[in-house]
């Protein structure tokens, strides 16, 4: 069974960092893109960032460029979203995705909670 398991959420303070981290069980990690997406208060769920971990090619959304960056660790089956110069509209919880690149299934992590205020 596939499992993903967010961590690193938090309280932090405008132009603050956090890293999330996302640990993918029970299948090949190498098969899959991973996806960061939030949801905000009222909002629409948004895809965040996306990685094809075999490889390492990176795709991000406009709101993020420049401060988050999606990262992978292979050895430990583990997806890294490090956001810096955090601002309060950056609030929201993060989830973790897997989508299979060959068959298109996909699963998601639990939701983490971020929140930016001073």
């Known amino acids: 069974q596939v499992q993903l398991v967010e961590s690193g959420g938090g309280l932090v303070q405008p132009g603050g960092s956090l890293r999330l981290s996302c640990v993918a069980s029970?299948?090949?990690?190498?098969?899959?893109?991973m996806r960061w997406y939030r949801q905000g208060p009222g909002n629409q769920r948004e895809r965040v960032a996306t990685?094809?971990?075999?490889?390492?090619?990176?795709n991000y959304g406009d709101s993020v460029k420049g401060r988050f960056t999606i990262s992978t660790d292979n050895a430990k089956d583990t997806v890294y979203l490090q956001m810096n110069s955090l601002k309060p509209e950056d609030t929201a919880d993060y989830y973790c995705?897997?989508?299979?690149?060959?068959?298109?299934?996909?699963?998601w992590g639990q939701g983490i909670q971020v929140t930016v205020s001073s």
């Open positions: 995705n897997a989508v299979h690149r060959l068959v298109g299934t996909q699963y």
């Open positions: 029970g299948t090949i990690f190498s098969d899959y893109a």
């Open positions: 990685i094809i971990v075999n490889g390492g090619r990176t």
